[in-house]
């Protein structure tokens, strides 16, 4: 199945969870950048991607702007409402969305959604309920391991490449 939207999680799938804090206050995230990838791939091939996370901070919101996501919600507390909403407004149903996250917040929607994944290092009742758990653990690529399994099922990794290669082709002009 081709999802019409993919959606994620930040906190254990876009990073490895951890929160660091300095010494004034600052709290700082580590972003792996290849899960930018799995960004371009969807937008390749024409799949919206949503951010919903509980968290709520501009450090989410700053990598998500430098990627271009439209649909960004942060402090959700019910993940399962904002989706229905959403699911709304773009006239898509339930079955037709990808979803990757790791802990409780996400479990309900995890079991809701067309094709649902985890990361490698999600606790063990998350990776029974999913479709798929990513060979990575969350911040070391989870979302676009995800995002290429679901087009390696559909046969659209060799398309995506080739699509990525001819658009950026005068990069590879020696």
Same mark, same amino acid.
């Given at each position: 199945?081709?999802? $019409?939207?993919?959606?994620? *999680?930040? *906190?254990?799938?876009?990073? #490895?969870?951890?929160?660091? @804090?300095?010494?004034s206050n600052?709290?700082?995230?580590?972003?792996? %950048?290849?899960?930018?990838?799995?960004?371009?791939?969807?937008r /390749?091939?024409?799949?919206?991607?949503?951010?919903?996370?509980?968290?709520?901070?501009?450090?989410?919101?700053?990598?998500?702007? $430098?990627l271009?996501? #439209?649909?960004?919600?942060?402090?959700?507390?019910?993940?399962?409402?904002?989706? #229905?909403? /959403?699911?709304?407004?773009?006239?898509?149903?339930w079955?037709?969305?990808?979803?990757?996250? #790791?802990? /409780?917040n996400?479990?309900?929607?995890?079991?809701?959604?067309? @094709?649902?994944?985890?990361?490698?290092?999600?606790?063990? @009742?998350?990776?029974?309920?999913?479709?798929?758990? %990513?060979?990575?653990?969350?911040? @070391?690529?989870?979302?676009?391991?995800?995002?290429?399994?679901? /087009?390696? *099922?559909?046969?659209?990794?060799?398309?995506?490449?080739?699509?990525?290669?001819?658009?950026?082709?005068? *990069?590879?002009?020696?």
């Amino acid at each position: 199945m081709l999802p $019409k939207l993919i959606v994620t *999680d930040i *906190d254990g799938v876009w990073t #490895d969870g951890g929160m660091y @804090y300095d010494q004034s206050n600052i709290e700082l995230k580590k972003f792996n %950048t290849s899960d930018s990838a799995g960004v371009l791939w969807c937008r /390749l091939n024409g799949i919206p991607v949503v951010i919903i996370t509980g968290e709520n901070t501009d450090i989410v919101k700053r990598r998500a702007d $430098k990627l271009k996501i #439209d649909h960004v919600y942060l402090g959700v507390k019910d993940k399962v409402k904002v989706l #229905d909403s /959403l699911l709304v407004e773009l006239n898509l149903e339930w079955t037709d969305v990808a979803y990757i996250g #790791d802990d /409780l917040n996400d479990y309900q929607v995890l079991k809701k959604v067309g @094709y649902s994944s985890c990361p490698l290092n999600a606790p063990k @009742y998350i990776q029974e309920i999913v479709h798929k758990v %990513t060979p990575v653990k969350g911040g @070391y690529g989870a979302f676009r391991a995800f995002v290429e399994q679901i /087009l390696i *099922d559909n046969n659209l990794m060799e398309t995506s490449l080739s699509k990525y290669f001819e658009q950026n082709k005068n *990069d590879f002009k020696q």
